[in-house]
């Protein structure tokens, strides 16, 4: 009786399963991003994608300051999801994601030769385009300010570091944090260093293409350690306010539309961003300027931003395919415009752009641009999350501004070795 | 059962296989690519000697301090879950109200995820608006409100914190049942001789309760050693590098792509397991009477 009783369970088990296989008949791809890298309306889209054709997308968004580990670990052990996001760069998408291994080419596809050419050159590798971007890179990492904060207590745009400090003396004074940091999620602080590689540059000449070529260290540059000297002093005189350490990016909007704080380092979708979630706020009452430490007055340009790949590995690669062909739709890139209030436009040939006379005004008040080092420099957008750690333990006393410089040239010389750069071997 | 039969030797050989192939053979090839440059940046693998293990101890890199991190980890997590998990065994061994309710709450905490926890813990201890500080700032303890994982300074006894309020429980339901084992004529006897409550624990309860301390204090080192999951959903080994712990820097270096060196700190804390494992075996098993 047992026997035959164990029989049946056994047999049930096996047809549950059975079942269960054959209930999923439809296709399912999975897409793993960052926290932030999937809008709203891409879901909208994915939802409208599955209607048309069938096939669902399954969306695995990570916490931002986990991201990467997990995705490198999930690359490296050879069982990533169908679509992965990542940063891209035309020296980190062959040293750190190794694309011509782990992703899928697609420059074949119909919408890739509508992708804007210097996004395309980040995305590329021979020629070949291997990710389809997924944001708005013409924005720029700059600090968003409010301009009834200033106007209330007289203060004009800083062109300096000195004028920074003043201003954020000033709205300290009156009783608001000056500017909303958040160390929490691991990948914002560090803007105010790596972005402004474009300070260094412009301080000491020919530093990104010395870095490259092996010819000069970070620990070398008089600027660095100055850029690294100033953040932790803008920690350290309460400009950052007592929460920074455990503040979340989410939450920057709130803290300015509240009047915590007056000013945050944003880029400009934020003003959009912000009327849509406190109406009361208007747009128009955020303003910009470059983050002036190192006294920089140099607009810091990234072509380069979050990234769709398809995984090599997947089994759906033709799915995967069909769905960035969906989003790359023209009318799906304006519905993407449209819907994100950070999106002042994506990088394709077919987007038509919808910055407000503000944001243009921005732009044309700095007439020198500079590429961000992140995006310039070889090795340093792989650490990112590693130099975010260090300028953490610097504001913590925990080491010097030298000690990091230092730890960064370290890391870049170990990469660079595993990666038998000849610059370094 | 007869406990004289004896098994044919081959009977081993499916247990012997399974573990040689699960275990000794990935550590023993583990061993080997310690050796190596092995990294995700290039397809060839060299021999470079022992330069990985010099990395590890080298001073310029942060590898030292995870491992203090992780020693100082066991050596507080094991004493302090042993230490109250004791106490609470004593006292939810006594005839207290609602006793299954209370053994209940204080073992319910490992039923939980670590990384449940964890976040759970993250915003509990934010420093603004977390639980504990308003807690504290309602009562008018402004002054003992802190920046629980933010400040490298106590970053890290947060985290031990945690561990042991999660830990605790599952100690304490270990020692209840050892507690239970001895038998109350022990008790009875001290009793009539005029013993009190603390000579009773010192001289009936301790020592034989030797035995169950011992397994739960390898069970604690064993976890302290390897712990990763508390660390990572607290802090991710942050602020700066201040709780880093060698698992986190294990799982870095993999996402780093720098397989030989992860490996390295993975071999490196076998080789610790394995002494200390062996000389805590060895201790358990002479406590039996037995020679290892």
């Known amino acids: ?425 | 059962m007869n406990k004289n039969r004896i098994y044919p030797t081959y009977f081993v050989f499916g247990a012997l296989l399974l573990y040689v192939v699960l275990f000794v053979l990935p550590s023993v090839v583990g061993l080997g690519y310690s050796f190596t440059d092995w990294s995700v940046y290039s397809q060839e693998i060299h021999f470079i000697g022992l330069k990985n293990f010099a990395t590890v101890f080298s001073a310029d890199y942060n590898y030292l301090r995870m491992l203090e991190n992780t020693f100082v980890f066991t050596l507080v997590t094991t004493l302090a879950k042993n230490v109250i998990g004791l106490a609470l065994a004593v006292l939810l061994t006594r005839k207290v109200k609602l006793l299954n309710f209370h053994r209940a709450v204080m073992y319910l905490p490992c039923v939980l995820s670590a990384l449940i926890v964890g976040m759970i813990f993250k915003s509990v201890l934010n420093p603004k608006i977390g639980m504990l500080n308003t807690f504290l700032r309602g009562v008018g303890l402004d002054f003992l409100a802190s920046n629980w994982l933010t400040d490298s300074k106590i970053a890290f006894r947060s985290v031990m914190a945690v561990d042991i309020w999660k830990g605790m429980g599952y100690i304490m339901t270990i020692l209840i049942a050892g507690i239970m084992s001895i038998p109350q004529t022990y008790y009875e006897a001290a009793s009539i001789d005029g013993g009190n409550t603390w000579q009773c624990f010192r001289h009936i309860t301790l020592p034989l309760l030797a035995p169950t301390l011992t397994v739960t204090t390898v069970l604690n080192v064993i976890y302290g050693l390897k712990v990763f999951d508390t660390v990572y959903s607290l802090t991710n080994g942050g602020p700066g590098f201040a709780t880093e712990v060698l698992y986190t820097g294990v799982y870095k270096e993999f996402g780093l792509g720098r397989y030989a060196v992860g490996t390295t700190l993975s071999t490196i804390m076998t080789l610790v397991m394995l002494i200390v494992g062996y000389f805590m075996i060895k201790h358990m098993v002479k406590g039996d009477g037995q020679e290892i």
């Open chain 1, 1 to 425: 009786m047992k026997k035959i009783l164990a029989l049946a369970l056994a047999l049930i088990m096996l047809l549950s399963v059975a079942a269960l296989v054959h209930a999923d008949e439809g296709v399912t791809i999975t897409y793993m991003a960052s926290q932030d890298w999937v809008q709203d309306a891409e879901m909208e889209l994915a939802e409208k994608f599955t209607e048309k054709t069938g096939i669902k997308v399954d969306f695995q968004i990570i916490p931002s300051d986990q991201y990467t580990t997990l995705l490198m670990s999930k690359l490296n052990a050879g069982e990533c999801a169908d679509l992965f996001g990542s940063q891209a760069g035309q020296f980190d998408i062959v040293t750190q994601l190794n694309v011509e291994k782990n992703a899928v080419d697609l420059s074949g596809e119909a919408w890739a030769s509508t992708v804007d050419p210097l996004a395309a050159s980040e995305t590329s590798v021979n020629g070949k385009l291997y990710g389809q971007p997924a944001q708005d890179v013409s924005a720029v990492w700059a600090v968003a300010y409010n301009k009834k904060v200033f106007e209330k207590l007289n203060l004009s745009v800083p062109t300096n570091y000195e004028e920074f400090k003043a201003v954020c003396e000033a709205i300290k004074a009156d009783g608001m944090t000056p500017i909303y940091e958040a160390v929490s999620d691991g990948w914002h602080h560090q803007l105010w260093f790596c972005e402004m590689g474009v300070a260094i540059e412009h301080a000491e000449p020919g530093t990104a293409e010395k870095l490259n070529n092996n010819t000069m260290k970070f620990a070398d540059s008089a600027a660095a350690k100055q850029l690294i000297e100033q953040i932790k002093e803008m920690a350290d005189l309460g400009y950052w306010g007592d929460n920074y350490m455990a503040n979340a990016y989410a939450d920057a909007a709130k803290a300015i539309a509240e009047g915590e704080c007056a000013m945050t380092v944003a880029n400009q979708g934020f003003p959009t961003e912000l009327n849509a979630a406190y109406p009361e706020f208007a747009a128009e009452d955020i303003g910009f300027f470059v983050m002036p430490l190192c006294d920089n007055q140099v607009l810091n340009m990234n072509p380069v931003g979050p990234t769709r790949f398809i995984y090599s590995g997947s089994d759906k690669i033709d799915a995967a395919k069909q769905y960035l062909a969906f989003l790359a739709e023209p009318e799906n890139i304006q519905y993407q415009i449209e819907k994100v209030p950070k999106f002042n436009t994506l990088p394709f040939t077919t987007a038509k752009d919808a910055y407000s006379p503000e944001i243009s005004a921005f732009y044309a008040a700095y007439p020198d641009h500079g590429t961000v080092y992140q995006t310039c420099v070889k090795y340093v957008n792989p650490q990112w999350m590693e130099i975010g750690k260090e300028l953490v333990a610097v504001i913590l006393g925990d080491q010097s501004a030298e000690d990091m410089l230092k730890n960064i040239d370290r890391n870049r010389a170990d990469q660079a070795a595993a990666a038998q750069d000849p610059a370094w071997n």
